[in-house]
């Protein structure tokens, strides 16, 4: 008999999901009847609102359950055009939008689509996990481009002049971002947008979680901040985070037609329209009342003040104060090379992450699976007795570290 034929090496130098690969580690934790501190949680803990669920119950039993088309149904495509124009001040026509199961399969859909062999995107680290191997799975290359904590994290106009090459066919940008939950002004987006319409690069500009703001920050589309931008920039969007709706994967991408009509080719060729039940859920998301917002937000912001307290008391731990999101990205490299109680040393921020989970039961995530050694991400999307709890463990754990 002949040996089993080898599988692709296409997935070869891609990376599993660090965050995923953590949350899981919790449940294993959990189910072995650990108590453990989860901070690697990437979603709301709110349900997703009644009115929503009875949208998607009633398209069940309405057998609203066929194919639609293969980017999304006309109702849904003209409520985010209403969303877009209302929120973002971008003005598009339903055939400039396509729905995706969720915000990360509209994100590949375009790097897919806009990308060749050898091609380059920038992506500003600290970047969210998925970006560099997205662009891989494109078949391009990631270029990343590191940015200064003195800048709160964010990349200038400058360094993506600088970066661009006659290669570079995007750069990837995220406001309010993961996991930093810093918030570009719109004086730092228009120059960016100046730079995009000089270079004639594309920008994917990622949205996901403009609706969960702190400190009176507004949310700016760069996609609204230059006339050329109609051209050049690929909205994300989606309903995981505002809406509480992970689980139900819808997402959308907003764009110029002749990319948009490769997203419609490519999506009919592949996984075609998010379910047909989380459309309609999606169109009563989009179009209903957003009461449900204020107090979620209020929770979050909450929870953020509280743990920013906890770590600006706690010894060679600086962190900026995130504008937006869940999250926040303490610098600890103070911590690198100081030796745990069993004399190992610690290397890197996986490495603090492993000891935290280990000794404390505290999930973090690295800043290495962001792209910048030294931080750990903490996700305050948890109950206020769990950041609690949680941020003691840190405390104890990190003054348990010798110089
Ligand atoms: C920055 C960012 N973009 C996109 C996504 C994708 O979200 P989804 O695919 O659930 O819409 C996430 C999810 O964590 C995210 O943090």
């Known amino acids: 008999m002949s040996a089993i034929r080898p599988l692709s090496q296409k997935l070869n130098h891609i990376a599993p999901s660090?965050?995923?690969?953590?949350?899981?580690?919790?449940?294993?934790?959990?189910r072995e009847g650990i108590e453990v501190y989860n901070f690697a949680v990437g979603e709301p803990d709110f349900p997703t609102p009644d009115h929503i669920k009875e949208a998607g119950m009633a398209a069940i039993r309405n057998d609203i359950t066929r194919y639609t088309p293969a980017t999304g149904v006309l109702d849904l495509k003209e409520a985010i055009c209403h969303k877009l124009s209302r929120d973002n001040g971008l003005e598009y026509e339903p055939d400039q939008i396509a729905t995706t199961s969720g915000g990360k399969h509209a994100l590949y859909n375009l790097l897919y689509v806009i990308c060749d062999e050898g091609d380059e995107v920038l992506v500003p680290a600290p970047y969210w996990v998925s970006y560099p191997e997205m662009v891989k799975l494109a078949g391009a290359l990631p270029v990343v481009l590191?940015?200064?904590?003195?800048?709160?994290?964010?990349?200038?106009?400058?360094?993506?002049?600088?970066?661009?090459?006659?290669?570079?066919?995007?750069?990837?940008?995220?406001?309010?971002?993961?996991?930093?939950?810093?918030?570009?002004?719109?004086?730092?987006?228009?120059?960016?947008?100046?730079?995009?319409t000089d270079t004639g690069i594309y920008v994917i500009t990622d949205e996901l979680y403009e609706k969960i703001l702190y400190d009176g920050h507004r949310h700016v589309s760069i996609a609204a901040l230059h006339p050329r931008m109609q051209e050049q920039a690929l909205v994300v969007n989606g309903l995981s985070k505002a809406y509480a709706m992970t689980g139900w994967r819808l997402g959308y991408a907003a764009g110029p037609r002749e990319v948009m009509d490769l997203v419609v080719k490519f999506q009919g060729q592949t996984v075609m329209h998010p379910s047909a039940i989380t459309q309609h859920a999606a169109i009563t998301a989009l179009t209903g009342p957003e009461n449900f917002l204020p107090p979620m937000v209020r929770a979050f912001d909450n929870r953020r003040n509280y743990i920013m307290d906890r770590l600006e008391n706690m010894d060679g731990v600086a962190c900026a104060r995130p504008g937006g999101a869940f999250y926040v990205f303490p610098d600890l490299s103070a911590y690198r090379g100081r030796r745990r109680p069993d004399g190992r040393a610690v290397e890197g921020s996986l490495d603090l992450a492993m000891y935290l989970l280990e000794e404390y039961q505290v999930i973090s995530a690295p800043g290495a699976a962001f792209g910048t050694e030294g931080c750990l991400r903490f996700s305050y999307a948890t109950t206020l007795d769990i950041i609690e709890k949680g941020m003691d463990s840190v405390e104890e754990g990190l003054s348990a570290l010798k110089s």
């Open 146 to 196: 590191e940015t200064a904590p003195a800048n709160s994290f964010k990349v200038t106009a400058e360094q993506v002049r600088a970066a661009v090459t006659p290669k570079t066919k995007a750069l990837m940008l995220n406001t309010p971002s993961n996991p930093t939950g810093m918030v570009y002004t719109p004086e730092e987006l228009a120059a960016i947008a100046e730079v995009i």
């Open 18 to 30: 660090a965050t995923t690969v953590l949350n899981e580690r919790a449940i294993a934790m959990k």
